[in-house]
């Protein structure tokens, strides 16, 4: 039973575009959600969180977007680099509770 | 600063064989975290301690999984029996305090492939 689902396996943008990454959720109970990225033969690395509290969070190129009536987050990176190009999992967590429930992953390529 | 480490990086073994993996976390973080990370899935929870004791469990399959932590750093993942589907990156994380929303912090993983 898949709790936090994404949906495109892949992703390829252009260099300097806007690359979009999708998450849904099933749980009512996550309160917390966070996107981490994870290149080849390394463990997965933080990149943003939000809590259920915010729609928005903001964080250079980075920005995250919350919509809980949807269950739905998105990650936006603008601009696109080449070094963006990594498999990018969601994750949510519920209150209280510190085991994190992740998603598939999509693999973003960003073409120079 | 150093982050998470794991040992052995790969470990071959064969059915019914019995495997430990080694974590070592960031100095200070009194929370760990064991999760699995099979092929074309995201990360799976196994267990989380806080400090020396095993305070979520619920992730561990079956009772051929065991891990502990006996002085509240090092941590080592106990797999007995090893069956073709155990094989499998697991993966180790730390936390400053285990707060929910403390950022883990992930080693490399040790790839499990059992024959």
């Known amino acids: 039973d898949q709790q936090v689902k994404q949906n495109s396996p892949s992703l390829s943008v252009q260099e300097g575009r806007i690359s979009i990454l999708n998450c849904d959720y099933t749980n009512s109970m996550f309160d917390y959600f966070l996107w981490y990225k994870k290149y080849p033969a390394e463990g997965p690395t933080f990149l943003i969180s939000i809590s259920s509290i915010k729609d928005k969070n903001e964080d250079g190129r980075f920005t995250v977007f919350l919509n809980k009536s949807a269950k739905h987050l998105s990650l936006h990176i603008v601009p696109s680099q080449p070094g963006d190009s990594a498999v990018y999992f969601c994750?949510?967590?519920?209150?209280?509770?510190?085991?994190?429930?992740f998603g598939t992953g999509t693999r973003l390529t960003v073409i120079p | 600063g150093a982050g998470v480490s794991q040992t052995p990086s790969n470990k071959v073994t064969e059915k019914g064989k019995y495997v430990e993996l080694r974590c070592d976390p960031i100095s200070g973080h009194t929370a760990l975290y064991w999760y699995r990370q099979s092929l074309g899935q995201g990360p799976e929870f196994l267990i989380y301690f806080q400090g020396t004791g095993a305070a979520d469990d619920s992730g561990l399959p079956n009772d051929r999984f065991f891990a502990v932590r006996p002085e509240g750093s090092v941590s080592t993942l106990k797999i007995q029996r090893t069956e073709r589907g155990d094989s499998a990156v697991y993966l180790c994380a730390s936390s400053l305090s285990g707060m929910g929303t403390d950022t883990q912090y992930f080693g490399p993983g040790t790839r499990l492939t059992v024959l």
């Open positions: 994750a949510a967590s519920e209150a209280g509770a510190n085991n994190l429930f």
